[in-house]
């Protein structure tokens, strides 16, 4: 049994349920790109705990909205401020949308959407998300398409795990 669909702003609290959840993913969908502990532990402090970023470090800054009680999440997203090397103009880079394999039965994938289009939303910043993955990738481009705009596809090259199988479903 699932918990309700209701996301909240990710805490320290919720460290290692976060933590369980970011290695679900990468082990899911990480494909051929391995895991920088320090580099992902990086990005995790700075998104459950903005208030300890010194106010002068202008590194990133991120938001992790999450589903369930901080001892058990059924499910996460990741959203940092990001931009393209040509321009200035910000955007909501979405680094992951996850749910737990045992909570899939539920609404948590859709809800995880509908709360990142709201915080571009509120913050005039548009946002920027994909399906990057090796399993169930139609199923997910297909979500994706009924609840957001279409923008352009993604292929891979070069690399251990990309398939033209696995690229065409982008396509």
């Known amino acids: 049994m699932t918990c309700p669909s209701v996301v909240r702003v990710g805490t320290l609290a919720d460290w290692n349920e976060v933590w369980r959840l970011t290695l679900m993913a ?5 494909g051929p790109f391995s895991v920088d502990m320090e580099k992902s532990r990086y990005f995790i402090q700075r998104a459950l705990a903005p208030q300890m970023i010194d106010p002068r470090d202008a590194g990133p800054r991120g938001v992790i909205g999450v589903i369930g009680p901080s001892e058990k999440l059924e499910g996460l997203v990741v959203l940092f401020i990001g931009s393209y090397w040509y321009s200035a103009q910000q955007h909501l880079e979405e680094f992951i949308v996850f749910v737990d394999p045992e909570c899939r039965k539920s609404l948590h994938a859709r ?9 571009s939303d509120l913050t005039g910043i548009p946002l920027l998300t994909g399906v990057l993955a ?31 199988a696995s690229s065409a479903a982008f396509a």
């Not at 809800?111 to 915080?119: D, G, V, Y």
């Open 111 to 119: 809800t995880l959407i509908k709360w990142m289009k709201r915080q």
């Open 134 to 164: 090796n399993n169930r990738t139609e199923a997910k481009v297909k979500l994706y398409d009924r609840m957001l705009p279409r923008a352009g596809a993604f292929f891979l090259y070069g690399v251990k795990g990309a398939t033209a």
């Open 26 to 30: 990468h082990h899911e969908n990480g």
